[in-house]
């Protein structure tokens, strides 16, 4: 006979190790910190030693003892089957929730194009958007799944290769010039549009490096607008405001619209930073989260 008689327990347990705090698993949990403490403290005394480390600084107060490290696999894999099974019981009223988040860049020209086909294929998984510039905490649950770019390491998460990434010169189609072909030269004379968002270890180019990639006879200084969001600097060369330098997937929908005419596509620049799909191992035991997952990453749906 099963005992499930200390199931908030184990439930306490996952979540307090996850968070590294009380008050992390009691916000999860919708209970209080003591609350969470106490059910921690029951299942110590049930087995007869501390489950955790404790200490009273670092962002990580609580760490699991080597034989709770071990357990807790188990224990999340357990919890997660049950409320599969749950699911299951609800049948054909279940649905269920990936929360998925994204730049506002890579949501608006990439990502939206593309969800009609995920509903078709999973008409009871909804997907609610978290759209953000900063980096959302993967591993502690802040959101279930995310389409990052960079170099395709982060901690806490597992990351899958999505596409690869290039910069490539664009303007709005009424800048080109009407009485001559579009040269470096040309476009080191017009205005040019900076974005000043950080890429370490991207090889992203600055215009002076692009232009000499080109070959301009005079890379301007670094004069032009400056901005500091990359979909600003989309939609700054959307209005015609200058000629940006963007990364070519986050204006595919503008080129294909022609709203944004991509120039001398013979200049290439790949980046090293590329694109991932990115959740930790915990969010891929979930059916929805992998389903999400390897629908993007163009698996087979798992059964």
């Known amino acids: 006979m099963r005992n499930l008689a200390r199931l908030k327990s184990l439930q306490a347990l996952e979540a307090a190790a996850r968070h590294g705090s009380f008050v992390g698993a009691a916000t999860e949990l919708d209970v209080t910190p003591p609350a969470v403490g106490q059910l921690v403290r029951s299942l110590e005394d049930w087995v007869g030693y501390p489950l955790f480390r404790r200490s009273r600084s670092g962002t990580e107060r609580l760490t699991p003892i080597d034989e709770a490290q071990d357990a807790l696999g188990d224990i999340a894999q357990g919890l997660d089957l049950l409320e599969a099974g749950l699911k299951k019981l609800r049948g054909r009223k279940a649905r269920s929730v990936v929360v998925v988040t994204a730049s506002q860049a ?49 901690k806490g998460v597992r990351s899958t290769f999505l596409m690869s990434e290039e910069v490539i010169a664009v303007c709005q189609n009424r800048l080109l010039p009407q009485d001559q072909d579009v040269t470096s030269g ?118």
């Open 186 to 303: 040309w476009i080191a004379e017009q205005t040019l549009i900076h974005d000043g968002t950080p890429h370490p270890g991207g090889d992203f180019p600055t215009w002076a490096e692009w232009l000499a990639k080109a070959g301009a006879n005079q890379a301007p200084a670094d004069r032009g607008l400056k901005i500091n969001s990359t979909a600003a600097v989309i939609q700054a060369a959307v209005a015609a405001r200058g000629i940006a330098l963007v990364r070519k997937a986050l204006v595919a929908q503008e080129l294909d619209s022609e709203r944004l005419v991509h120039l001398l596509p013979e200049v290439r620049w790949p980046v090293k930073w590329a694109y991932y799909v990115a959740a930790s191992p915990k969010a891929l035991r979930r059916y929805e989260v992998a389903a999400f997952h390897d629908w993007l990453a163009g698996r087979e749906p798992r059964p």
């Open 106 to 154: 890579l949501v608006a020209n990439w990502l939206l194009a593309r969800l009609d086909e995920f509903s078709t294929n999973y008409p009871n998984i909804d997907v609610r958007l978290d759209v953000s510039d900063r980096v959302i905490d993967l591993a502690q649950g802040e959101a279930d799944i995310g389409i990052r770019c960079g170099l395709g390491s982060w």
